[in-house]
């Protein structure tokens, strides 16, 4: 199981710790597999931009207007946290589906 995230994540490092096993890829360091991040484009949508996050706040409304793949690849703390694959299926987030889905 791989989480794709950032290391300093306080949520990344809660699902890190909770599924026993599995494997932080820290985004900004490390990047993503080629793919990856357009299919959770096309399974999760606009939901994948951390709309929340201090990165996004410093934005002008011309850069948020942006794709959001674009904005991830130039600004990866964009991305929601964590990105968890697990045997070929996606999650977004650490809310109470994933941890029930995954954490059991």
Known sequence: MKIYGLKNCDTCRKALKAL??????????????????????????AAILNTR??????????????????L????????????????GVLYLGWGKDTQAALAG
């Open 20 to 45: 026993a096993g599995s494997e932080l890829i820290d985004v900004r360091a490390d990047g993503m597999p080629e793919g990856l991040l357009a299919r959770a484009e096309a399974e999760f949508g």
């Open 53 to 70: 996050s201090t990165t996004w706040r410093g934005l002008s409304d011309a850069e948020r207007a942006g794709a959001p793949l674009d």
């Open 72 to 87: 991830i690849a130039a600004h990866p703390a964009l991305m929601k946290r964590p990105l968890i694959e697990a045997e």
